[in-house]
């Protein structure tokens, strides 16, 4: 199994930055992909952004792509999820998810492990 902890959500203002971390535990980060997902009050999880186990291959929801940045640090065990532009409609509970078998990235369903969650509040 591993051990997921978010850190780094809080308010933040429209058109701002926050940076999300992600560190694992466990078994070893290299071996399986990692995605972040999100969840509004009132809304059904959503897929936000995902990355392979090397970090070379990257996929994005359609409504963060170009502003939001997916990578991974595997000699420290950390995903990061850089958020910029930040608008209202971001704001939610973010989730990290780590995915063993590389399955579909976009179904949460894939993942095996999921951490407690950082809240992300952006106002406008």
């Known amino acids: 199994q591993v051990l997921l902890v978010e850190s780094g959500g809080g308010l933040v203002q429209a058109g701002g930055s926050l940076r999300l971390s992600c560190a694992a535990s466990?078994?070893?980060?290299?071996?399986?992909?990692m995605g972040w997902f999100r969840q509004a009050p009132g809304k059904e999880r959503e897929f936000v952004a995902a990355?392979?186990?090397?970090?070379?291959?990257?996929s994005y929801a359609d409504s963060v792509k170009g502003r939001f940045t997916i990578s991974r640090d595997n000699a420290k065990n950390m995903v990061y999820l850089q958020l910029t532009s930040l608008k209202p409609e971001d704001t939610a509970v973010y989730y990290c998810a780590a995915n063993f078998l590389g399955r579909a990235w976009a179904n949460g369903n894939s993942y095996d492990s999921w951490g407690q969650g950082t809240q992300v509040t952006v106002s406008s």
């Open positions: 990355i392979s186990r090397g970090g070379g291959v990257t």
């Open positions: 466990g078994r070893t980060f290299s071996t399986y992909d």
